[in-house]
């Protein structure tokens, strides 16, 4: 089956940070541009971050998240990474990876593999 596993979820105070991974299971993952999404309560996904395959290796980021998380990857070990500095309460969500074909569209319909995500909660 191929799948996504997050971690590196929890509780953090304004302004502090986390380092989220997801490990790919079933499928390499070089092939494939990997994004980062998020869904609070009660709103849609969006997407965070992404990065192109491991032959273009390009990296986008929405507006609200750019200049402080940064996407990485490491097809040797099949892994994807977003450092979280600077976080503030609107950035609670939980966090999914996902790998599309199509190259960073954005759009969650064009990526799969999903996994069940971790949580992230920034809180005083």
């Known amino acids: 089956q191929l799948q996504f596993v997050e971690s590196g979820g929890g509780l953090v105070q304004p302004g502090g940070s986390l380092r989220l991974a997801c490990v790919a299971s079933g499928f390499s993952l070089d092939a494939f541009a990997i994004g980062w999404f998020r869904q609070a309560p009660g709103k849609e996904r969006e997407g965070v971050s992404c990065?192109?395959?491991?032959?273009?290796?390009?990296?986008y980021y929405a507006d609200s998240v750019k200049g402080r998380f940064t996407i990485s990857r490491d097809d040797a070990k099949n892994m994807v990474y977003l450092q979280m500095n600077s976080l503030k309460p609107e950035d609670t969500a939980n966090y999914y990876c996902a790998a599309s074909a199509r190259g960073c569209t954005w759009a969650p319909t064009d990526f799969g593999s999903w996994g069940q995500g971790t949580q992230v909660t920034v809180s005083s």
């Open positions: 990065i192109r395959d491991s032959i273009d290796g390009r990296t």
